[in-house]
């Protein structure tokens, strides 16, 4: 299966956590896409792209890769979730992917619950590696 990791990339914390996320992925047999390695972070890359602005770059490639892929794996960790994750979860669901939830951190939005639109997009929340495992082996 083809999965699009949907993640904050923006310290070095957040980069090296998805990176562990990615390798379990892959380990239980699954192709990724990890915007981070596949696309660039923003603020690393020049200008201009082939003549293209690089934010405008940026989203056209994820774009193309939320199209591409089976799934997507929405990475939620933190006090509120990244906004591109939570655009990224919404294409995929609006497209029909299966769309599955990870999240580490015991912070929610109220009462151990996120926002009900998120929620509601995904098919479960995984809350450890050995979930995410088990789980991704039986996609």
Known sequence: MKIYIAA???????RVFNESVDAIVRECGHETYLPQRDGGCVADLPEL????????????????????????LF???????DEGACFELGWCCAKGKRCIGYRTDVRSFIDGHD???LEGAVE???????ELRAYLKEL
């Open 115 to 117: 926002n009900v639109m």
């Open 49 to 72: 792209i082939g003549g293209i602005p690089k934010r405008r770059y940026l989203f056209d490639l994820d774009c193309e890769h939320m199209e591409w892929c089976d799934a997507v």
């Open 124 to 130: 479960k929340v995984l809350r450890t590696p050995d």
């Open 75 to 81: 990475l939620s960790d933190g006090r509120v979730p």
């Open 8 to 14: 904050p990339l923006f310290n070095e914390a957040e």
